[in-house]
């Protein structure tokens, strides 16, 4: 074989490794590329946004706080804004789990759905999407239950209600049944508004959603 023709061997030789080891990567499954630094993503409204506290004192900073106590590897990026809908929430998710490639979404949305008189439907359907969506990207679902006062109306309250319990067991995810359990009855663990818990609130809230992670906290150890 003269020296032409081996060179000319030789390069189509290395575009195949090449073209090969670029398919590889391109197909690696999502799960060992979370390994290397494993995310949790908030998607939440205000009572995730620090809403009227002093910035590092939310829930979800506590919940960071624990994470790095048991010397875990995972770190949570918070993409909360305040007065968040199921809506807004479904246009922002999809570039966030391009971006953050999460192994877990913190997914806390719906109360201002009510608030601005959405229909459960619409809600429901917004809800499930964002769900669906976390699952395809190969990302586990923790979705927090919210609950609204009486006074919007005995139907609607309840629908509201039972929305969350009966998407998560549809969507095969991970319910916290109530966000604001243990908060929600005591009025001193709320601003002036009464509507956002304050700081003293936050423990709980981080309990509640540190409690709802169970089934996923043996892989928040260090390897």
């Given at each position: 074989m003269n020296q032409i023709v081996w060179l000319s061997f030789l390069n189509k030789k290395l575009r195949?490794?090449?073209?090969?080891a670029a398919l590889f990567c391109l197909f690696i499954p999502f799960g060992t590329q979370a390994q290397t630094n494993p995310t949790i993503l908030v998607l939440g409204d205000s009572l995730s946004a620090e809403y009227g506290l002093a910035r590092g004192t939310g829930w979800v900073r506590l919940l960071g706080a624990q994470?790095?106590?048991?010397?875990?590897?995972?770190?949570i990026?918070?993409?909360?804004?305040?007065?968040?809908?199921?809506?807004?929430?479904?246009?922002?998710?999809?570039?966030?789990?391009?971006?953050?490639k999460p192994g877990i979404v913190l997914l806390e949305l719906g109360?201002?759905?009510?608030?601005?008189?959405?229909?459960?439907?619409e809600s429901e359907n917004n809800?499930?999407?964002?769900?669906?969506?976390?699952?395809k990207s190969g990302a586990k679902v923790l979705l927090f239950g919210m609950q609204?006062?009486?006074?919007?109306?005995?139907?609607?309250?309840?629908q509201f209600q039972?929305?969350?319990?009966?998407?998560?067991?549809?969507?095969?995810v991970q319910l916290l049944p109530f966000f604001l359990q243990g908060v929600a009855s005591d009025p001193t663990l709320f601003?002036?508004?009464?509507?956002?818990?304050?700081?003293?609130?936050?423990?709980?809230?981080?309990?509640n959603v540190w409690g709802a992670m169970a089934p996923y906290q043996s892989i928040f150890k260090s390897k």
């Open positions: 195949a490794i090449t073209l090969a994470l790095h106590k048991e010397s875990s590897p995972w770190t990026f918070n993409a909360s804004i305040s007065g968040e809908t199921s809506s807004g929430g479904l246009s922002r998710l999809p570039k966030l789990l391009e971006q953050k109360a201002n759905d009510a608030l601005r008189g959405l229909s459960i439907q809800l499930r999407k964002m769900i669906q969506l976390s699952k609204i006062p009486p006074n919007y109306g005995q139907a609607y309250t309840k039972n929305l969350f319990p009966e998407l998560a067991q549809q969507e095969k601003q002036a508004d009464r509507m956002h818990p304050n700081e003293k609130a936050q423990t709980i809230l981080y309990k």
